[in-house]
């Protein structure tokens, strides 16, 4: 699977409803949804998003599921690589954030746009 | 696959930043967004969303795309099972209109809440 990353086009939030999106931003795109196509992932997603303080880690995020660790090592990698979230390592553990830049760009996404005045 | 609906859950726009996802709700989400992730399918969803008076002729989305027409019909099925779209047959046509509620929805998941005074 190619290393998907959540890059500033100069269009970062513009919404289904509007521009054409073309071939190569939807391939990328459609790369980020496969990344949330899947519960365990969107559970992760959310724990770390709105942990106390911004950040989660990986060692309160292991027991809040029946996986074994490497499972969610594998899962925590998919949402890394297309882009959603970020890890770094301090010590023992890896802690890990929400990238407020690529959720914005997907709720701008799904957000009709404002109607300009005429 | 399952004939996934958008229904209104009473808590259609919590988002990721916010209450803790069940495992039902996550499972639920993941297969709309597992809707989402193909480019053909993101493409389509961006032509009947955007479209002129809000709704798309199949006639007219199937000229877009290098693909026989029922390969366009199995995507719009899909996106259709996932409650982002709707179809309605007037005569020969299919006319496609995005589901508001749905985006709207999506759009709420990935939008930090706005903190509330204390």
């Known amino acids: 699977m ?30 980020v949804f496969k990344a949330l196509a899947d519960p365990v992932r969107l559970r992760l997603l959310n724990l770390i998003a709105s942990a106390s303080g911004g950040e989660a880690c990986v060692c309160d995020l292991t027991g809040a599921f029946d996986l074994t660790a490497p499972t969610i090592s594998h ?32 709720a701008g996404l799904f957000t009709p746009p404002v109607p300009t005045p005429a």
């Not at 190619?2 to 790369?31: F, I, K, M, Q, W």
């Not at 690589?81 to 301090?90: D, L, M, N, S």
């Not at 023992?92 to 407020?100: E, F, L, S």
């Open 2 to 31: 190619s290393n998907l990353e959540l890059v500033d086009t100069g269009r970062c939030c513009a919404p289904l409803t509007g521009l054409a999106l073309d071939e190569s931003e939807a391939a990328e795109l459609a790369g």
């Open 75 to 106: 899962h925590l990698k998919v949402l890394r690589q297309a882009g959603v979230i970020t890890g770094e390592r301090r010590g023992t553990w890896v802690y890990y954030r929400a990238v407020p830049e690529s959720l914005t760009r997907l």
